[in-house]
């Protein structure tokens, strides 16, 4: 896509919203007093998913003036671009095709002359098959014993969607087969993996488009070194790595250097960033747990978003709504952080994959020209499970003097339904997530303070001003299509936001500087006297200090 971004600021859209937001004072209780059909008009579907809007800060004519800005920033445009393969990553100079990994396999889109389709079928039908081997017994260690461990070896976007996906899908594992996940260098990730593991039995892949990640591959060498070491004496080395790893990744020569078969290395494509990679290749390790059948109803589940995306209308469109209305909170409002609370103990990772998703994506100061931003970008996703945040940091919330804007999420169905006695758990689960909403959007006042009977120096500490702005999103269950929804529904959300903003939500250059200065500072503090002397003085200090402290 070759046109430049729309300076959001010049637009007659943001003029309005400027004017609304002055002396913006939101008032859901007498908002909900006012209009009866509040909840019924902000309600939304898309897919399997029910979102309530209805405790946000939409009011009046605010969702028009929101979608005349994405009109007027061309967000629909950039969309469009970006679904029919067009470049729309212009700092690398690469299409941006996450939705084609979902595409079924009658559909045909072609990019750069490729039937990229195609190429997406070729891939999943080779993870398809190796999965079915492992999984059936087929496939087995080199002293002939059926695989019972995983370890999936990758990092960022090769680790975060595949071990956030294997927890949230946990009813739908293989009974017999476990999956472990290494991605910190941090010597002790892969200690603590390793540990209680049957080398006869654990298949090792390698997650790496490259295949030159500085963690992956350090963490790589550390696996074969433990598989070799603890293998049966007189095994074939050779043979027990070629058994024992395979790949995700393009790189067959390194692949094939490493010891790996080439004709068990699982590609995907340029047009694939790390953090939209989960169902890709590098799904291998959940195609596995969980079953070629499953992986593709998740597949489909990510596809049905994507077609609500591309063809909802704008007021009935969830994530573009839901990323006008996170650009109200962040850019007019001066919301910094947003909170994400699933109501669900499978989801525990989903914020933690969505802090990659969305700051690596919208975290950046220059649009997708090169010139500075003309406005605030980004917010810091953060978030726990329910109710453990509870008993944490929902006080901020509550009462603290910062705005954040929560998105709640819940199921109807458990995945493992226990009573109490006479209580049914779920319920009483079910019963925090419906009570903090309510006590987020409409606190309590002093006179009700007071009506309770509470000590006068006391009503203050004990009244909750409301008006802090929730999405309540719910599904009938957590299945594999539910959750290939919500991840697509926040992956088009971020893009949404990073549209308007015109910044390029799809590369990642903010992470490369600190990886290259770590190549330079390691020989100084393995004892390199002149890499030592090109360091800072406190990076110095630091080196020292370790170097004093550290015994081998």
Known sequence: MSVGPVDPTSTPAWAELSAVADGFAPDLRGWFDADPDRVESLARRAGDLHVDLSRTFLHGDLLDHLLALAEQTRVRERRDAMFAGEH????????????????????????????????????????????????????????????????????????????????????????????????????????????????????????????????????ARLCRSWLLDHLPEGTDRDAAVAQHFVA??????????????????????????????????????????????????????????????????????????????????????????????????????????????????????????????????????????????????????????RLVPADFIAFAQPAYPLTDGDTDVHELFLANFLAQTR???????????????????????????????TLSVMAPALTPSVLGQLVALYEHTTFVQGAVWGIDSFDQWGVELGKQLAQQVTPAIAGDASALEEQDRATRSLIAYYREHRSR
């Open 439 to 469: 006590a987020l959007a409409f606190g309590k006042t002093a006179d009700e303070v007071r009506a309770e009977g509470v000590d006068e120096a006391l009503v203050s500490a004990r009244t909750f001003p409301g008006n802090r702005p």
């Open 248 to 401: 995700v990744s393009t790189a067959l020569d390194k692949v094939a250097d490493f010891g790996i078969d080439p004709a068990n290395a699982f590609g995907f494509w340029d047009w694939v960033g790390g953090r939209y990679s989960m169902d890709s290749a590098i799904g291998l390790s959940l195609v596995v747990a969980i079953g070629p059948e499953r992986f593709a109803e998740m597949l489909a589940g990510f596809h049905a978003m994507d077609e609500h995306f591309r063809t909802a209308e704008p007021a009935s469109n969830v994530p573009l709504v839901l990323g006008m209305l996170n650009v109200w909170y962040a850019t007019f409002l001066g919301a910094q952080t947003h909170a994400v609370l699933p109501y669900a103990q499978q989801l525990h990772r989903f914020p933690a994959y969505l802090q990659q998703l969305t700051m690596e994506s919208n975290g950046k100061g220059v649009r997708w020209d090169g010139t500075p931003v003309t406005t605030e970008t980004g917010e810091v996703f953060w978030g726990e499970p329910g109710t453990n945040g509870q008993h944490a940091f929902y006080q901020l919330i509550h009462q603290g003097t």
């Open 88 to 219: 729309v990553n212009p700092t690398e100079d690469r299409a941006v095709l996450h939705t084609a990994l979902r595409l079924p396999a009658d559909a045909t889109l072609e990019v750069d002359g490729q039937d990229v389709v195609h190429d997406v079928h070729e891939v999943l039908e080779r993870v398809y098959a190796f999965a079915g081997k492992v999984r059936s017994g087929e496939w087995t260690g080199v002293t002939g014993r059926r695989i019972e461990t995983v370890v999936n070896i990758g990092i960022g976007g090769s680790d975060l969607g595949p071990v956030m996906a294997y927890e949230a899908l946990a009813p739908y594992r293989q009974a017999g087969l476990t999956c472990r996940f290494i991605s910190n260098i941090d010597p002790t990730d892969a200690a603590q993996s390793l540990e209680g593991l049957d080398p006869e039995t654990t298949l090792f892949i390698v997650s790496s488009k490259t295949f030159g990640t500085l963690e992956t591959l350090t963490n």
